[in-house]
C-alpha cells in the first residue's frame, strides 16, 4: 500500500514563503500524477497544482507565479513552494497521488498552512 506522508506546513507572515513536502513510500514514476490539493475552512477541496510523470506541470490561477512543484525522483520526494503567501492560502494542503498502473488515487494526511495577515 503506497504512503504519502507530508511535513512542512505551518504559521508564516503574508508576503512570506513556505515548502511543503511530501515523501512517497513508493516511487514516483509509479504515479500517472502527483499533485497538491487544499482546503480551506468552510470551503470545497481545491487542487492547487499537478505535475505529470513526464514533469509537465499546471497549476490553479489563484496561484500561478506564486507557488512552484517539483519532485526528487531520487528520494521520491514531491515539493510545492509558496511564495507571496496570502490569507487566502491559509488551507489544509493534501498531497496526491494517481497510481500509473491501477489508477488508485492515494492521499496524504494533510498538512496545516496559516498565513496570517
Known amino acids: 500500500q503506497v504512503q504519502l506522508v507530508e511535513s512542512g506546513g505551518g504559521l508564516v507572515q503574508a508576503g512570506g514563503s513556505l515548502s511543503v513536502s511530501c515523501a512517497s513510500s513508493?516511487?514516483?514514476?509509479?504515479?500517472?500524477?502527483m499533485g497538491w490539493y487544499r482546503r480551506a475552512p468552510e470551503k470545497q477541496r481545491e487542487l492547487v497544482a499537478t505535475?505529470?510523470?513526464?514533469?509537465?506541470?499546471n497549476y490553479t490561477d489563484s496561484v500561478k507565479d506564486r507557488f512552484t512543484i517539483s519532485r526528487d525522483i531520487t528520494g521520491n520526494i514531491l515539493y510545492l513552494q509558496m511564495n507571496s503567501l496570502k490569507a487566502e492560502d491559509t488551507a489544509v494542503y493534501y498531497c496526491?497521488?494517481?497510481?500509473?498502473?491501477?489508477?488508485?488515487?492515494?492521499w496524504g494526511q494533510g498538512t496545516q498552512v496559516t498565513v496570517s495577515s
Open positions: 513508493g516511487s514516483i514514476f509509479s504515479f500517472n500524477t
Open positions: 505535475i505529470s510523470r513526464s514533469g509537465n506541470k
Open positions: 496526491y497521488a494517481r497510481g500509473r498502473y491501477n489508477s488508485a488515487d492515494y
